[in-house]
């Protein structure tokens, strides 16, 4: 099973300002990853896949990079409605799993 | 617009059975993978298992496989997930989620989520 570790556990950002968020794949996933945003009793909400691809809807303040085991997820000027958990996802390889999760909090 | 809509909350003993459902609309059910995920309280995502309702193939992940079980009615386009006795450890929020791209398993529409609370 492939184990995915996010960093850090927590962020704390001040709303304007950027984040960023780190992935790590313990193999080789290629670009098979995504990234979903938590907001607090909500569901998650699809915000990356293939690594760098916005799906519908998702503003450009939102980007992916990344291949292989490293990735990032990069949130510019940071607004009220981006606070909450972000967890990453490899569908590389079976079974699927997730990141652990990092909490952006306001600063 | 493509949307699954869950079963309410459930309140159940250990030892009970549940069956809590995922309703889908606005795609054609039996072309696309369905996923369960598991949320336990104040913790993260852990990927359960999917479906195919086109022909019920039903795929579990090693670590979760044999507690619960995954089905579906393609008849009414939706995909269960039950138990046949629950443990306390089975409190979580459970979510269904739809694989939009066959072998690009990420999940691009949520359920709401069906909180499930097992205690005696």
């Known amino acids: 099973e492939i184990v995915m570790t996010q960093s850090p556990a927590t962020l704390s950002v001040s709303p304007g300002e950027r984040a960023i968020l780190s992935c790590r794949a313990s193999e080789n996933i290629n670009y098979n990853l995504a990234w979903y945003q938590q907001s607090p009793g909500q569901a998650p909400r699809l915000l990356i896949s293939?690594?760098?691809t916005r799906a519908t809807g998702i503003p450009a303040r939102f980007s992916g990079s990344g291949s292989g085991t490293e990735f990032t997820l990069t949130i510019d000027s940071l607004q009220s409605e981006d606070f909450g958990v972000y967890y990453c996802?490899?569908?590389?390889?079976?079974?699927?799993?997730f990141g652990g999760g990092t909490k952006v909090e306001i600063k | 617009e493509v949307q699954l809509a869950q079963s309410g909350a459930e309140v159940k003993k250990p030892g009970e059975s549940l069956k809590i459902s995922c309703k889908t609309s606005?795609?054609?059910?039996?072309?696309?993978?369905i996923a369960w995920v598991r949320q336990m309280p104040e913790k993260g995502l852990e990927f359960m298992g999917i479906?195919?309702?086109?022909?019920?193939?039903?795929r579990y992940s090693p670590s979760l496989q044999g507690h619960a079980t995954i089905s579906a009615d393609k008849s009414i386009g939706t995909a269960y997930l039950q138990w046949s006795s629950l443990k306390a450890s089975d409190t979580a929020i459970y979510y269904c989620?739809?694989?939009?791209?066959?072998?690009?398993?990420?999940?691009?529409?949520w359920g709401q989520g069906t909180v499930v609370t097992v205690s005696s």
């Open positions: 479906i195919y309702p086109g022909d019920s193939d039903v």
């Open positions: 996802q490899q569908y590389g390889n079976w079974p699927l799993t």
């Open positions: 293939g690594a760098s």
């Open positions: 606005g795609y054609i059910f039996t072309r696309f993978w």
């Open positions: 989620a739809r694989i939009p791209v066959l072998g690009d398993n990420y999940f691009d529409t």
